[in-house]
């Protein structure tokens, strides 16, 4: 309720917003908005709650038990541009799956326009240097905002698909033979590492799980 009469009485609100109970972790636009005077509305609006804040000293913001840093490097120490290859014997959703996600979190994460650019280029660099086109890039992305559009620009959904599933073994072109009589083909690769490596982790023992025990009294009905 605080948040949507925020978002219906306020004339900006925040990119990011993230509240726990009476903390707030929030990412302006100093340029579109003064804070001061953001903080001011809040204490005039709900003047029972008394807003303060703090911002962010040498790219790092506490909130709750966590210390938030600010850094251009978002991927892990062990990321790498390798991905399936376009010469692989792979479904083409296999293939795609990567991509798709990494599209998803282009355009949904808020970022500025020279950061938007520099992941744009980024996802088009894994895409080069794993054999696929990189006007591959830019399709998918148009098809990813077309849909969100669509979405957000009506109240009517799509009703239930009645179409059926089935999951035979890869053989390219039987997606579009199928899709003739409503049956969507889905592919499952056994060639994973967990098949090859099974579990890594040791088996806990029964009396060391954790649980919800009943013990019957020996001399009596409880």
């Given at each position: 309720?605080?948040?949507?009469?925020?978002?219906?009485?306020?004339?900006?609100?925040?990119?990011?917003?993230?509240?726990?109970?009476?903390?707030?972790?929030?990412?302006?636009?100093?340029?579109?908005?003064?804070?001061?005077?953001?903080?001011?509305?809040?204490?005039?609006?709900?003047?029972?709650?008394?807003?303060?804040?703090?911002?962010?000293?040498?790219?790092?913001?506490?909130?709750?038990?966590?210390?938030?840093?600010?850094?251009?490097?978002?991927?892990?120490?062990?990321?790498?541009?390798?991905?399936?290859?376009?010469?692989?014997?792979?479904?083409?959703?296999?293939?795609?799956?990567?991509?798709?996600?990494?599209?998803?979190?282009?355009?949904?994460?808020?970022?500025?326009?020279?950061?938007?650019?520099?992941?744009?280029?980024?996802?088009?660099?894994?895409?080069?240097?794993?054999?696929?086109s990189?006007?591959?890039?830019?399709?998918?992305?148009?098809?990813?905002?077309?849909?969100?559009?669509?979405?957000?620009?009506?109240?009517?959904?799509?009703?239930?698909?009645?179409?059926?599933?089935?999951?035979?073994?890869?053989?390219?072109?039987?997606?579009?033979?199928?899709?003739n009589?409503n049956?969507?083909?889905?592919?499952?690769?056994k060639?994973?590492?967990?098949?090859?490596?099974?579990?890594?982790?040791?088996?806990?023992?029964?009396?060391?799980?954790?649980?919800?025990?009943?013990?019957?009294?020996?001399?009596?009905?409880?």
């Amino acid at each position: 309720k605080f948040e949507t009469e925020v978002k219906d009485k306020f004339e900006y609100f925040p990119r990011v917003w993230f509240r726990y109970v009476d903390d707030i972790f929030a990412v302006f636009d100093t340029k579109a908005i003064n804070l001061d005077n953001f903080v001011a509305k809040l204490n005039n609006r709900f003047p029972t709650i008394k807003f303060t804040y703090e911002v962010e000293h040498n790219e790092q913001l506490p909130f709750l038990d966590v210390s938030v840093i600010r850094n251009s490097e978002n991927k892990k120490e062990t990321a790498t541009l390798r991905y399936i290859p376009n010469d692989s014997h792979h479904p083409f959703q296999h293939k795609m799956a990567s991509f798709n996600f990494l599209i998803h979190r282009l355009l949904n994460f808020p970022l500025s326009k020279e950061r938007f650019e520099h992941e744009k280029q980024l996802i088009k660099n894994i895409a080069k240097s794993n054999g696929y086109s990189v006007h591959l890039i830019d399709e998918l992305i148009r098809k990813h905002k077309f849909k969100r559009s669509l979405y957000n620009s009506t109240t009517f959904r799509r009703d239930t698909d009645n179409s059926k599933f089935a999951s035979p073994k890869f053989t390219r072109g039987l997606d579009k033979i199928f899709k003739n009589i409503n049956i969507n083909l889905v592919y499952n690769s056994k060639n994973k590492l967990q098949t090859l490596l099974g579990n890594p982790k040791d088996k806990i023992n029964n009396n060391e799980k954790s649980g919800i025990y009943e013990i019957s009294c020996k001399d009596c009905d409880q």
